[in-house]
T-cell receptor, first 116, second 115 residues
Framework: DTGVSQNPRHKITKRGQNVTFRCDPI?????LYWYRQTLGQGPEFLTY????????KSRLLSDRFSAERPKGSFSTLEIQRTEQGDSAMYLC??????????????FGEGSRLTVL | AQTVTQSQPEMSVQEAETVTLSCTYD???????LFWYKQPPSRQMILVIR??????QNATENRFSVNFQKAAKSFSLKISDSQLGDAAMYFC????????????FGTGTLLAVQP
């Protein structure tokens, strides 16, 4: 399967714990995006990378959140000291820069976080 | 700031019938793109159809077509000959022109298809 892969698919944690999600984009895609989707809402942009550079961060990304893409391939999203309000689906998407006219993002199946 | 509004939280359609999902958006940009994405239960979001703002002709992809009214900032999706597999959450999304390719999504419309 050459699609966007996210792990784990579901994480249940207690408030105050740290969690990390991983995203493996489609191999030739140099842009990678993280979105958060809460129940009844559309996905909200969190951050994006071009290769290993993090080019934009949303104000939704508090200082408890950190995202990395160290070698320009996979990315991790870490949430420290989780709160119940962090419960959501975290979506990763990738995009092949150089084909500006399409705009199609390729999404993974998401990582669902439940904070007890 | 750009916003996308989907005023229909849920819609239902009979198999083989036609349904239209509504979307309005607000922007002061002249260069932008609009999308409809489909999110089946527990599966990844996939692109249904795309419209470039500079194109007057409405986009069509098989049974899916859009009614793009630029002046009214309206972008509705029509699904013809609805099939059971069309049941999903549908999101309207906006992206301004430029390199970021950051999408702004509406709140979605949950489409049920009745056999």
């Amino acid at each position: 399967d050459t699609g966007v892969s996210q792990n784990p698919r579901h994480k249940i944690t207690k408030r105050g714990q740290n969690v990390t999600f991983r995203c493996d984009p489609i191999s030739e895609h140099n842009r990678l995006y993280w979105y958060r989707q809460t129940l009844g809402q559309g996905p909200e942009f969190l951050t994006y990378f071009q290769n290993e550079a993090q080019l934009e961060k949303s104000r939704l990304l508090s200082d408890r959140f950190s995202a990395e893409r160290p070698k320009g391939s996979f990315s991790t999203l870490e949430i420290q000291r989780t709160e119940q309000g962090d419960s959501a689906m975290y979506l990763c998407a990738s995009y092949p820069s150089g084909t500006e006219n399409t705009g199609e993002l390729f999404f993974g199946e998401g990582s669902r976080l439940t904070v007890l | 700031a750009q916003t996308v509004t989907q005023s229909q939280p849920e819609m239902s359609v009979q198999e083989a019938e036609t349904v239209t999902l509504s979307c309005t958006y607000d922007t002061s940009e002249s260069d932008y793109y609009l999308f409809w994405y489909k999110q089946p239960p527990s599966r990844q979001m996939i692109l249904v159809i795309r419209q470039e703002a500079y194109k007057q002709q409405n986009a069509t992809e098989n049974r899916f077509s859009v009614n793009f009214q630029k002046a009214a900032k309206s972008f509705s999706l029509k699904i013809s000959d609805s099939q059971l597999g069309d049941a999903a959450m549908y999101f309207c999304a906006y992206r301004r022109g430029g390199a970021t390719n950051k999408l702004i999504f509406g709140t979605g419309t949950l489409l049920a298809v009745q056999p």
